[in-house]
């Protein structure tokens, strides 16, 4: 999968790329916007998208920017002076991903504004998955969006943006990301995923929810084969043997037991909802309840599996008790 910054197509998304164009065209651009919307839709190509059109001072409708041009490329390869990305970071002394984007990070920020731009144009700061920001860089971040310079601007890029400091959110624009229709989406599968076949890039399209990483992920996985497992996990009460054959199978897979137990839940949320839906002008069935709880209920057993490092296995075995019929 091309990397955000790399990646020059962008399908699904007119309607932010109309608006980001209409207000860049505009008098006044506003100097910080938060895109947001649910993981894998293309918030951050968005961004990127928008930084290189402003960084080469470009005038397309669509944002866009040929792969050709130097500073699509500079862009592309991290070498732009005038774009900083604000992300978690790789910590050297533990060996892994920091958890959270911390406020040295956000420092940096503030020295690159100070700086005069190194092209004489925009200065871009992307704040990749927001959400991660603890206190302390968030209220450095705040700090530096109540002073904001002159042709600077920040793109925050949220799925949740609700974990933000009501402050920050008061100070950005809010441009909302839509999932990608499933159109768009077996279209970028067959692009991205040649060797699937159509009934697979239907299938995953239907499992994905509107996000093409979502999509991908599964098919880079055993996603498909974990989905026919919990549809038939949720639709059949299922004998200890096939629930041990299941579990083996689960644990085997890459990611499995995380898949698989995020393939159970979505599939509960999207069939509570839909039951909701339909008794909404009735009294609510007991069977709503109980599927909401088991959403909740498994949502709490993947975090104490991954948490306190426990048996997926017998994990598995316990879901599959509890979806048998009371």
Same mark, same amino acid.
């Given at each position: 999968?091309?990397?955000?910054?790399?990646?020059?197509?962008?399908?699904?998304?007119?309607?932010?790329?109309?608006?980001?164009?209409?207000?860049?065209?505009?008098?006044?651009?506003?100097?910080?916007?938060?895109?947001?919307?649910?993981?894998?839709?293309?918030?951050?190509?968005?961004?990127?998208?928008?930084?290189?059109?402003?960084?080469?001072?470009?005038?397309?409708?669509?944002?866009?920017?040929?792969?050709?041009?130097?500073?699509?490329?500079?862009?592309?390869?991290?070498?732009?002076?005038?774009?900083?990305?604000?992300?978690?970071?790789?910590?050297?002394?533990?060996?892994?991903?920091?958890?959270?984007?911390?406020?040295?990070?956000?420092?940096?920020?503030?020295?690159?504004?100070?700086?005069?731009?190194?092209?004489?144009?925009?200065?871009?700061?992307?704040?990749?998955? =927001?959400?991660? &920001?603890?206190?302390?860089?968030?209220? /450095? @971040?705040?700090? *530096?969006? #109540? %002073?904001?310079?002159?042709? !600077? $601007?920040?793109?925050?890029?949220?799925?949740?943006?609700?974990?933000?400091?009501?402050?920050?959110?008061?100070?950005?624009?809010?441009?909302?990301?839509?999932?990608?229709?499933?159109?768009?989406?077996?279209?970028?599968?067959?692009?991205?995923?040649?060797?699937?076949?159509?009934?697979?890039?239907?299938?995953?399209?239907?499992?994905?929810?509107?996000?093409?990483?979502? =999509?991908?992920? &599964?098919?880079?996985?055993?996603?498909? /084969? @974990?989905?026919? *497992?919990? #549809? %038939?996990?949720?639709?059949? !009460? $299922?004998?200890?043997?096939?629930?041990?054959?299941?579990?083996?199978?689960?644990?085997?897979?890459?990611?499995?037991?995380?898949?698989?137990?995020?393939?159970?839940?979505?599939?509960?949320?999207?069939?509570?909802?839909?039951?909701?839906?339909?008794?909404?002008?009735?009294?609510?069935?007991?069977?709503?309840?109980?599927?909401?709880?088991?959403?909740?209920?498994?949502?709490?057993?993947?975090?104490?599996?991954?948490?306190?490092?426990?048996?997926?296995?017998?994990?598995?075995?316990?879901?599959?008790?509890?979806?048998?019929?009371?």
């Amino acid at each position: 999968m091309i990397a955000p910054r790399a990646n020059p197509l962008l399908l699904g998304q007119n309607r932010a790329i109309a608006e980001l164009h209409r207000t860049a065209s505009g008098p006044r651009l506003h100097h910080a916007w938060l895109i947001a919307g649910p993981p894998g839709i293309g918030k951050a190509t968005l961004a990127y998208r928008f930084a290189r059109w402003l960084l080469a001072g470009a005038t397309t409708p669509d944002l866009s920017l040929a792969p050709t041009d130097p500073v699509f490329r500079r862009v592309a390869v991290a070498s732009h002076a005038d774009l900083l990305v604000i992300e978690r970071r790789y910590d050297e002394k533990k060996k892994r991903m920091q958890g959270e984007i911390v406020v040295e990070t956000v420092a940096q920020a503030g020295k690159f504004l100070r700086l005069t731009p190194g092209e004489g144009g925009w200065r871009v700061v992307i704040v990749d998955g =927001a959400e991660a &920001l603890n206190r302390n860089a968030a209220n /450095a @971040l705040l700090k *530096l969006l #109540e %002073e904001p310079p002159p042709r !600077a $601007i920040w793109l925050l890029i949220s799925h949740a943006p609700g974990r933000l400091l009501p402050t920050i959110r008061s100070r950005t624009r809010q441009l909302d990301a839509a999932p990608l229709d499933p159109a768009t989406l077996e279209t970028l599968l067959a692009t991205a995923q040649p060797d699937l076949t159509a009934a697979q890039r239907t299938r995953l399209a239907t499992l994905s929810e509107g996000s093409i990483g979502r =999509a991908l992920s &599964l098919a880079g996985t055993d996603g498909l /084969a @974990l989905a026919s *497992l919990a #549809e %038939e996990a949720l639709t059949t !009460a $299922i004998p200890p043997t096939r629930a041990a054959a299941i579990a083996d199978q689960v644990a085997r897979a890459e990611d499995g037991f995380t898949t698989f137990l995020d393939l159970l839940r979505t599939a509960l949320a999207t069939t509570t909802r839909a039951q909701a839906r339909m008794t909404a002008r009735t009294a609510p069935a007991p069977s709503l309840d109980r599927q909401a709880a088991l959403w909740q209920e498994f949502g709490q057993l993947e975090a104490e599996v991954e948490g306190l490092n426990l048996d997926p296995r017998a994990a598995i075995l316990t879901l599959l008790h509890r979806l048998r019929p009371a």
